[in-house]
């Protein structure tokens, strides 16, 4: 064989075989994603890649809860339940009709009456006494969680942190009248759901 091209056409063939052989599955990954053409997860049809399972789930868990509205908590709660949770409060006031105060005012009818209010009682701090308003159950709520806080200055030192414990004290509190006020408006349930997944969807 005398063919003076004869080393080059060798050498032309080897290379293809391994451009067929290394370049095939390089190219099939270009078109198609993954290793050969293969697909991987749950990824295959959807133009952004998910977030991990453990991400997801880890974001469900540290997503805040709904807020129950105060009248739905109340019309859950018992006034015997209530009466339990305020035992604590005994040592500083008194809760029938006409009682005596004590380190703090007797709280029959206390619900809607002006803060600093109670007859006869005269032992309220200036912070209360100049706060102004009414005891509405809302106002309650806030200054039962913490009165520090709701009111700094204020004289009593109060902390009940849990929510439902707060609404069945409120509960007991209402019936401390003869003329019982109206709880706040409870509000229907599908409507906080609705709500918390408006948040969401907005939040993505």
Request: charge should be negative; charged fraction near 20%; include cysteine.
């Amino acid at each position: 064989m005398n063919d003076p091209l004869y080393g080059n056409k060798i050498a032309s063939a080897i290379l293809a075989s391994l451009l067929l052989i290394f370049g095939l599955p390089l190219l099939g990954d270009s078109f198609f994603g993954g290793h050969g053409g293969g697909h991987h997860g749950d990824d295959h049809g959807h133009p952004f890649p998910q977030l991990p399972i453990e991400v997801q789930v880890a974001q469900a868990a540290t997503a805040p809860e709904p807020e129950i509205p105060l009248g739905n908590m109340m019309e859950e709660m018992t006034p015997s339940q209530g009466e339990r949770a305020a035992a604590a409060c005994k040592s500083c006031h008194t809760f029938e009709k006409g009682g005596a105060h004590r380190a703090g005012p007797n709280l029959w009818d206390i619900v809607n009456r002006p803060v600093g209010g109670a007859s006869d009682y005269t032992s309220y701090s200036g912070a209360l006494k100049d706060d102004g308003g009414v005891w509405s159950f809302e106002r309650l709520d806030g200054f039962l969680k913490n009165s520090k806080t709701y009111l700094p200055g204020t004289a009593m030192a109060q902390k009940v942190r849990k929510d439902d414990k707060r609404a069945s004290i409120l509960v007991y509190l209402s019936t401390l009248s003869d003329n019982p006020a109206p709880f706040p408006e409870a509000i229907a349930i599908d409507l906080i759901d609705e709500d918390s997944h408006g948040d969401e969807e907005e939040a993505h």
